[in-house]
């Protein structure tokens, strides 16, 4: 499984960026996808994730009703809608998947599958 996002770049506080991980490989029986992310030098945190089959979610709740993850199965994708945008939003982006969440969607240690990041700069 691969998985590359694309979308991230520098924004206006209040502005908005979509997102995308593209998602390559054997995704049929990907279980949960999700969004982390991570400031220098802090931990990597849950902001968002989806189980694909449920399509209950998680949010994180610095970001709730800001923030909105999508899938689009055909395109075999994940999206974060980021709204609102703050200056402490600030950080890489990474998607997430797994074909098993037995953590819970929003811990790190439920994912196995990892993108590069994409940079996310908010001012």
């Known amino acids: 499984v691969q998985l590359v996002e694309s979308g991230g770049g520098s924004v206006e506080v209040g502005g908005s960026l979509r997102l995308s991980c593209v998602i390559s490989?054997?995704?049929?029986?990907?279980?949960?996808m999700g969004w982390f992310r991570q400031i220098s030098g802090k931990e990597r945190e849950g902001v968002a994730a989806?189980?694909?089959?449920?399509?209950?979610?998680y949010y994180a709740d610095s970001v709730k009703g800001r923030f909105t993850i999508s899938q689009d199965n055909a395109k075999h994708t994940l999206y974060l809608q980021m709204n609102s945008l703050k200056p402490e939003d600030t950080a890489m982006y990474y998607c997430?998947?797994?074909?098993?969440?037995?953590?819970?969607?929003?811990?790190?240690?439920?994912?196995?599958?990892w993108g590069q990041g994409t940079q996310v700069t908010v001012s």
């Open positions: 989806i189980y694909t089959g449920g399509g209950s979610t």
């Open positions: 490989g054997y995704t049929a029986s990907l279980e949960c």
């Open positions: 997430a998947a797994d074909f098993s969440c037995p953590y819970g969607l929003g811990l790190e240690s439920s994912f196995g599958y």
